[in-house]
């Protein structure tokens, strides 16, 4: 690059910094995967050890995610006021000391507790940390960085399922070192946090203008310029996203992030016990071929993300995933060979649409209330996941599998609609442009007429 050519800082090259913001974001992932993947095998020692009812191993599944909801709400809103490095170093504080006290958990009351508390720092770490890597990543990367995130969350995910198989030999007590085990990677996400720099575009949106610019030339380039964001004349409020121009893309990310995770989380935090109700059995080859699926699908997800549009690559695959989950709705029981290709085509497109719940939230809305944004769509998706998971079992004790797997699929159906009807194309935009944050925008205009997808 011209070191004497002015570049905006959405066409600058990515360089070391931007590989570090995404590594810590991307670390944050893992564990967000690991922590909600280990409870799946903790529970199978949970459950006899403490007696759980499926009322309480509901509870216990879905507790983190119920922390997410907080979390994503609360600390998204207040980072959009105090900055995002604060929540970005905070969030992981939570995480790492609640993950460690899980250990000393007697009773499944305390574990939810602590879970909600892992959950809430997750959640405040969703909204922050995609948000700054969105506000520092390239227009010609970013999409690939904030869909790699389910890439790296299907790893930590993966790395639950290896780990928790091997710790399970440690006898009954062996959950206490799986979900502690956790506070590793937290930890080391912790210490590798302290000192990274404020967004510039926040800090332009306060009118910080000066001190954008030295963050931008000392870790970006120092010909490189932010000139596409404004200060606010006003402070914009949580209440900004239900306007006239925002409803819509707040109703947009909210439900199909809901649409997609509930299936999700449902089916994944009890698989062993799906599998055994669909007469599959659960060993360690099993769960190595799904998790292999996992993480083929999230890289394939990736590919898909840079070679197709953003809106087309949502709405086919939400088609797709609600025929597949149909299908397995009405196979008989002794249909076992096709439901697990079934099954298997199901979880390689899951895996690979989710990459986009990591884009669309951030490059969906303006800097000043973009964490708000980001947040409130996340928590609604894990208020949703955590329904789900907490419904799930009782829903198949009482009304079976295909019953359970029906409203699924109804579920998938409307995000099918929902995206139809609502999904913008984000692709090839700077971040303001998508966001509609440029001061010739219209934010009703959700598919910008004068760019070409590329």
Known sequence: MNQNKTVKLDDAPLNKFHVKIAGLTFGAHFTDGYILGIIGIALTLLKPEMELSPLWVGLVGSSALIGLFLGSLILGWISDFIGRQKIFVFSFILITLASFFQFFADNAME????????????????????????????????????????????????????????LLKMGPDAWKWMLVSSAIPALIILILRIGTPESPRWLISKGRIDEASQIVKKYVGKNVVLDDETPIKNNASFSSLFSKNLRKRTLFNCLFFVCLVIPYFAIYTFLPDILDTMGLSENFGTDLLLNGILVVGAILGILFTIKYSRRGFLISSFIFLSVTLFLLSILPDNANMFMIVIFAAFTLIMSAVSNLVGVFPAESFPTEIRSSGVGLATSMSRLGSAVGTFLLPISISELGMSPTMLILTAVLVIGTIVSIAWAPETKALTLSEASGNSENSNLDNLIPKNKKTV
């Open 111 to 166: 574990l939810v507790l602590l879970r909600i508390l892992i959950g809430i720092g997750l959640g405040g770490d969703y909204s922050v940390g995609h948000t700054m890597l969105a506000e520092f990543s390239p227009r010609k990367y970013r999409g690939v960085l904030l869909g790699s995130f389910s890439v790296i969350w299907t790893f930590g995910y993966v790395a639950s399922s290896i780990i928790g198989f091997y």
